[in-house]
T-cell receptor, first 117, second 105 residues
Framework: DTGVSQDPRHKITKRGQNVTFRCDPISEHNRLYWYRQTLGQGPEFLTY????????KSRLLSDRFSAERPKGSFSTLEIQRTEQGDSAMYLC???????????????FGPGTRLTVL | GIQVEQSPPDLILQEGANSTLRCNFS?????LQWFHQNPWGQLINLFYIPSGTKQNGRLSATTVATERYSLLYISSSQTTDSGVYFCAVGSKSTFGDGTTLTVKP
């Protein structure tokens, strides 16, 4: 069990460019979450997958944001036409299918820090 | 949506002291987690505790779901306990703004 990994760890881009981040969850975790965290705040939920199905999307996820998990394993988060306000840490987490109520523990990756110039 | 308030926002302790961190939430939930974010930004799950009490070493947590609050206790604090402590509640894991803990040697 190597934990949740994210790539890249840092990304600097110019306003208007597209960026894509990747998240590899813990193997056999069928739930995957994306969050965004800005300085001094707690993470904000963006979207959630169970296997390959995207089950929930936050209103924070504008039409410039899209997430996929094509085979129910790794996931990608794409931001099109980046804006300076998109600068943040993008966090991915995974959790196993709960065997019983009370065991839905999320494990976070190290995050991708995006800076939009 | 669910509102989550954490207190205090900042806490400074001498090594060896005990502390209590609080998380209040606005609606009934069946999912509550406590996390520690270390100075490098890594979030570590401490407890999944929608109700009841759990202990893990020097840390323990209690959630009183009917009164919509949870407490995280840190005993005999160490410098490595420094960082930000978050609670997250609900199916979408709504996070509070955290308590920043600084433990001085």
């Amino acid at each position: 069990d190597t934990g949740v990994s994210q790539d890249p760890r840092h990304k600097i881009t110019k306003r208007g460019q597209n960026v894509t981040f990747r998240c590899d969850p813990i193997s056999e975790h069928n739930r995957l979450y994306w969050y965004r965290q800005t300085l001094g705040q707690g993470p904000e939920f963006l979207t959630y997958f169970q296997n390959e199905a995207q089950l929930e999307k936050s209103r924070l996820l504008s039409d410039r944001f899209s997430a996929e998990r094509p085979k129910g394993s790794f996931s990608t988060l794409e931001i099109q036409r980046t804006e300076q306000g998109d600068s943040a840490m993008y966090l991915c987490a995974s959790s196993p299918q709960p065997r019983r109520v009370g065991t839905d523990t999320q494990y976070f990756g190290p995050g991708t820090r995006l800076t939009v110039l | 949506g669910i509102q989550v308030e954490q207190s205090p926002p900042d806490l400074i302790l001498q090594e060896g002291a005990n502390s209590t961190l609080r998380c209040n939430f606005s609606d009934s939930v069946n999912n509550l987690q406590w996390f520690h974010q270390n100075p490098w930004g890594q979030l570590i799950n401490l407890f999944y505790i929608p109700s009841g009490t759990k202990q893990n070493g020097r840390l323990s947590a209690t959630t009183v779901a009917t009164e919509r609050y949870s407490l995280l206790y840190i005993s005999s604090s160490q410098t490595t306990d420094s960082g930000v402590y978050f609670c997250a509640v609900g199916s979408k894991s709504t996070f509070g703004d955290g308590t920043t803990l600084t433990v001085k040697p």
